[in-house]
Nanobody, 121 residues
Framework: VQLQASGGGLVQAGTSLKLSCRDS????????VAWFRQAPGKEREFVAS??????NTHYSESVEGRFTISRDLNTVYLQMNSLKPEDTAVYYC?????????????????WGQGTQVTVSS
């Protein structure tokens, strides 16, 4: 498994970004996938997850209603709207060996390299 996250950048507060995560070696259609983020000096935290068939998505309280996770056969997306400066972080995608997984980091065995999102006020 080799995950590649992309789509980060520098944006102003209130705008949108869409992140993408691909498994360059195979499709991960049978695996749960999640996005985590890590701000400077903070622990890596859960953002959103989606099971293998889509549906039953889960979000952290801090992004609920602003972010949307979705997937197709080869790619998992994170649509981020109404961005805030506190969303600034390195965003990581992660996949699980299993079709369903919860929000804990230990549930995900494969991690991408991360993409930087910076939101200016």
């Amino acid at each position: 498994v080799q995950l590649q996250a992309s789509g980060g950048g520098l944006v102003q507060a209130g705008t949108s970004l869409k992140l993408s995560c691909r498994d360059s070696r195979r499709t991960f259609s049978n695996n749960a996938v999640a996005w985590f983020r890590q701000a400077p000096g903070k622990e890596r935290e859960f953002v959103a997850s989606i099971p293998w068939r889509g549906g039953n998505t889960h979000y952290s309280e801090s992004v609920e209603g602003r972010f949307t996770i979705s997937r197709d056969l080869n790619t998992v997306y994170l649509q981020m709207n109404s961005l805030k400066p506190e969303d600034t972080a390195v965003y990581y995608c992660a996949s699980s060996r299993f079709s369903y997984a919860d929000s804990s980091r230990s549930s995900y065995q494969y991690w991408g390299q991360g993409t930087q999102v910076t939101v200016s006020s």
